[in-house]
């Protein structure tokens, strides 16, 4: 299976001949390496409705013809554009072609904004995902702070790979993607949602750097670098 990063929360996954994409934001990303157009798709998982992390959602998947996994208002948003839609909500889980996803919960919030408009319509709640895939758990926290539950996560599950926002300003920094890393106990952490804007500057080095003193792997990957797992 190979996985990767994209730069923001933008996350691909190869794997037993199917596409995944978690969060697409290439085109409003200066810094993405990927030309959304390229990108090949069988499923788009959404963590929520931000631009930055649905921004070439629906460009992919009229261009591809890919399911888009999101929550259920989402979902139904998405839908009305004609598109190609599994609507899921926070504690369920469903088994598609490529393995099973557990939709998790997020503390954040989630809209559609229209500047022009200066209009924000509400998408329902945040999420995250648990993924199983070949045997691998695979964790993408979405957009969110810090809290208890996570401890459950890694109480119930062996996650071997865990993608964690640690950006500060909108979601949780290091300091507290750190106790995160810990309470998962995933065997290793991709740091995401960095560096993309001013607000969110973080040092990815130093932090994989305290993941490894806590007995944990970090992988601080450039934009457009992989992992197999």
Not at 96 to 116: C, L, N, R, Y
Not at 174 to 180: G, N
Not at 216 to 227: K, M, N, V, Y
Request: proline fraction near 3%.
């Amino acid at each position: 299976m190979k996985l990767t990063y994209h730069g923001q929360s933008t996350v691909t996954i190869e794997t037993n001949g199917h596409h995944l994409v978690i969060d697409p934001f290439f085109s409003g990303n200066e810094k993405a390496t990927t030309n959304p157009d390229d990108v090949k798709a069988d499923f788009i998982l959404l963590t929520h409705a931000h631009a930055d992390h649905m921004l070439d959602a629906e460009r992919i998947a009229k261009a591809t013809g890919a399911t888009i996994i999101a929550t259920h208002e989402l979902a139904t948003y998405l839908s009305f554009k004609g598109l190609n839609v599994h609507p899921m909500n926070l504690g369920g889980q469903f088994e598609f072609s490529f393995g099973k996803v557990k939709m998790t919960q997020a503390f954040h919030s989630s809209s559609i904004i229209d500047e022009e408009k200066q209009t924000i319509t509400y998408m329902g709640m945040p999420a995250g995902f648990l993924l199983t895939i070949e045997g691998k758990e695979i964790y993408h926290a979405g957009d969110t702070a810090l809290f208890g539950d996570l401890a459950l996560y890694g109480a119930h599950h062996e996650i071997d790979l865990a993608f964690l926002p640690i950006g500060d300003n909108f979601t949780m920094g290091p300091d507290d993607a750190l106790i995160a890393a810990d309470m998962l106990q995933a065997k290793a952490v991709v740091p995401i949602h960095y560096d993309t804007f001013d607000l969110i500057k973080q040092d990815a080095n130093a932090f994989c750097e305290k993941i490894e003193a806590q007995g944990q792997t970090g992988h601080p990957l450039a934009i457009g670098e992989s992992l197999e797992l």
